[in-house]
């Protein structure tokens, strides 16, 4: 873990509210993040882990509250803090009338990248995806749709992956290669922020586990891959019970 005391290499929130309505999606929510770290944010549907993740990512404006990446405020989003974020949404959000490539290039001439050919060819060939280069999208199955949306995210080589739900409709083999990417960047003291609804997962994967509900961080911890699941499990019960 790195130093927690650098604000130019860590994500910060401080006491993020969203509401829709009367409905209120994100209350009050701290969390940091140094780079290294793996947050999974776990909770049942419907607790604010969507929200949370467009909050970060800059996709969605809080109500109050600050979101610091890199000791840059991401409500004034500039082309800097978008660089260092990787997205992955719960959906794919790619073009289904375009080619896999296509989309990959489309996505790196917004980015202004160079080399777009071989950011392609690196990116697809890491998720298993060359052979469907030039397979329109809409022609592919959900869980490739979904490989592609991270090989997408992947593309700039961004410093973070802010991830929502990304095994959600993966098979065996997909999920074995997202772990692995997720695994390699913590290895590089890069930052990643996941949300799952599998606690086994979140405690092969991460090194903090933030249990949400009701839009509201009820729990959090440090962990390792040794955490005990069911001790987990009870805990995620316990700050889960009065959902619905």
Request: charged share 25%; aromatic share 4%; hydrophobic share 35%.
């Amino acid at each position: 873990m790195s130093d927690t005391s650098d604000n130019t290499k860590s994500i910060e929130t401080i006491e993020l509210t969203k509401s829709y309505g009367r409905n209120i999606a994100v209350k009050d929510v701290s969390i940091k993040l140094v780079w290294g770290d793996t947050l999974s944010v776990i909770g049942p549907n419907g607790s604010g882990k969507s929200t949370l993740i467009k909050i970060i990512s800059g996709i969605t404006r809080p109500d109050s509250g600050i979101s610091n990446i890199a000791g840059m405020d991401i409500s004034k989003a500039n082309n800097n803090i978008r660089r260092l974020i990787g997205v992955v949404t719960h959906d794919t959000l790619l073009y289904e009338g375009l080619t896999g490539f296509e989309n990959l290039q489309f996505a790196a001439r917004i980015f202004g990248l160079d080399r777009i050919e071989e950011r392609i060819n690196n990116v697809t060939s890491k998720m298993h995806l060359t052979e469907l280069l030039h397979v329109k999208v809409g022609a592919l199955s959900h869980g490739l749709q979904k490989r592609f949306s991270i090989a997408r995210a992947l593309l700039h080589e961004p410093k973070i992956l802010l991830m929502d739900e990304p095994d959600s409709g993966l098979d065996q083999e997909s999920l074995d290669i997202l772990d692995s990417i997720i695994l390699d960047y913590s290895r590089t003291h890069h930052s990643v922020l996941i949300t799952t609804h599998n606690i086994q997962r979140a405690i092969d994967l991460s090194n903090r586990i933030a249990i949400m509900s009701r839009g509201i961080i009820k729990h959090e911890e440090d962990i390792d891959n040794s955490a005990n699941y069911e001790s987990l499990r009870q805990v995620y019960s316990t700050c889960t019970r009065d959902v619905p």
